[in-house]
Nanobody, 122 residues
Framework: QVQLVESGGGLVQTGGSLRLSCAAS????????VGWFRQAPGKEHEFIAG????????YYADAVKGRFTISRDTAKNTIDLQMNSLKPEDTAVYYC???????????????WGQGTQVTVSS
């Protein structure tokens, strides 16, 4: 069983930055890849970035490419999402989840956690 818990959200102005963290525990060694998703009010979950557990491969949605960076911190056993140049349309609840078969996260493994709220004011 793998547990992933999100943290680091908050309120920021347009153009600002936030760093989200996804802490893995349990059978983390069984993870193939981890993806960050987001859900804005009234919308479906949207994939935004993925990374293989080794950290060797990353993949980004066009909406965040060049602004967001996903990385793995092996010391802390976390998958982090550095978000720069934030826009009001980035406002959403952000989730991390284990996924397959690679950093594109075409298949989500397990359910959604609590998520962390990111609000970007204009």
């Amino acid at each position: 069983q793998v547990q992933l818990v999100e943290s680091g959200g908050g309120l920021v102005q347009t153009g600002g930055s936030l760093r989200l963290s996804c802490a893995a525990s349990g059978r983390a060694f069984s993870i193939n890849s981890v993806g960050w998703f987001r859900q804005a009010p009234g919308k479906e979950h949207e994939f935004i970035a993925g990374i293989t557990w080794s950290g060797a491969s990353t993949y980004y949605a066009d909406a965040v490419k060049g602004r967001f960076t996903i990385s793995r911190d092996t010391a802390k056993n976390t998958i982090d999402l550095q978000m720069n140049s934030l826009k009001p349309e980035d406002t959403a609840v952000y989730y991390c989840t284990a996924c397959l078969p690679d950093s594109r996260c075409r298949l989500r493994v397990g359910g959604w956690g609590q998520g962390t709220q990111v609000t970007v004011s204009s």
